[in-house]
C-alpha cells in the first residue's frame, strides 16, 4: 500500500460531462502530481501541485483542471469529456516539490475512466 | 529534452529464468534521477527502485538489481529466478532537477513481462 489514496476507483460517464477525480496524498507529502495512462499516449504528466500551489504543468488539455487544498488533498476536474479522455488517471505524492534521491514518487491505484 | 525508450515492447520466460529489461534515456542535465515502476495486472504503479546520476554502483536487492552506466545512458533491470507473480508492466523513468519541471516524472513505454510456469 502506498498511502495514496483515490477516489472513486471506477467512473463510467457520458460525452460532453464533467467529472472530479480525488486525491490524498502520503502523510506527510506535500507535492501532489497527476498522470494520465492511456494505451496510445502511455503515462503523461498532466500537473503537479506543492503545498497548494501549481508547480509544474504538461500535457494538460484546457478542459481539465486542478487544485490542491489546505488539507493537501488534490481534485482533478475533466469537463467536456470526450472519447479520447477515457484512461487511467493515477495520483502521486512525494515529500519534495524537486526530484531527491528521497523523494520518489508513490502511485494511487489510479481511477479508470470510461466515456462512452 | 527528456526522453526514456524502452525497446522491448514484450518479452516472456519460463520461471526460474533471469530476465533483463532495457532503459536507455535522454536528458541535458547533469544531475537527474532514474527510477523502475511496476504495473501489475491491477493495475496500480509500484515504486521498485532509484538511482541519481551521480552513482554509478550498480546493486542487487533480493531478486532484483540494476546496472547503470551513464556513458551509454542505460539503466538497465534485472530479475533473477523470475516467479510468475514478476508478471507485469515495468516502466523506467527520468526525472530532472530543473526548477522549471519540478519533479516531472518522464517514463518509458512500458516492457510487458510474462513468466510461464
Known amino acids: 500500500d502506498s498511502g495514496v489514496t483515490q477516489t472513486p476507483k471506477h467512473l463510467i460517464t457520458a460525452t460532453g460531462q464533467r467529472v472530479t477525480l480525488r486525491c490524498s496524498p502520503r502523510s506527510g507529502d506535500l507535492s501532489v502530481y497527476w498522470y494520465q495512462q492511456s494505451l496510445d499516449q502511455g503515462l503523461q504528466f498532466l500537473i503537479q501541485?506543492?503545498?497548494?500551489?501549481?508547480?509544474a504543468k504538461g500535457n494538460i488539455l484546457e478542459r481539465f483542471s486542478a487544485q490542491q487544498f489546505p488539507d493537501l488533498h488534490s481534485e482533478l476536474n475533466l469537463s467536456s469529456l470526450e472519447l479520447g479522455d477515457s484512461a487511467l488517471y493515477f495520483c502521486?505524492?512525494?515529500?519534495?516539490?524537486?526530484?531527491?534521491?528521497?523523494?520518489?514518487?508513490?502511485f494511487g491505484n489510479g481511477t479508470r475512466l470510461t466515456v462512452t | 529534452a527528456q526522453k526514456v525508450t524502452q525497446a522491448q515492447t514484450e518479452i516472456s520466460v519460463v520461471e526460474k529464468e533471469d530476465v533483463t529489461l532495457d532503459c536507455v534515456y535522454e536528458?541535458?542535465?547533469?544531475?537527474?534521477?532514474l527510477f523502475w515502476y511496476k504495473q501489475p495486472p491491477s493495475g496500480e504503479l509500484v515504486f521498485l527502485i532509484r538511482r541519481n546520476s551521480f552513482d554509478e554502483q550498480n546493486e542487487i536487492s533480493g531478486r532484483y538489481s540494476w546496472n547503470f552506466q551513464k556513458s551509454t545512458s542505460s539503466f538497465n533491470f534485472t530479475i533473477t529466478a523470475s516467479q510468475v507473480v514478476d508478471s507485469a508492466v515495468y516502466f523506467c523513468a527520468l526525472s530532472e532537477t530543473n526548477v522549471e519541471y519540478g519533479n516531472k516524472l518522464v517514463f518509458g513505454a512500458g516492457t510487458i513481462l510474462r513468466v510461464k510456469s
Open positions: 501541485y506543492y503545498n497548494g500551489e501549481e508547480r
Open positions: 502521486a505524492s512525494s515529500e519534495s516539490w524537486r526530484s531527491s534521491y528521497n523523494s520518489p514518487l508513490h
Open positions: 536528458t541535458r542535465d547533469t544531475t537527474y534521477y
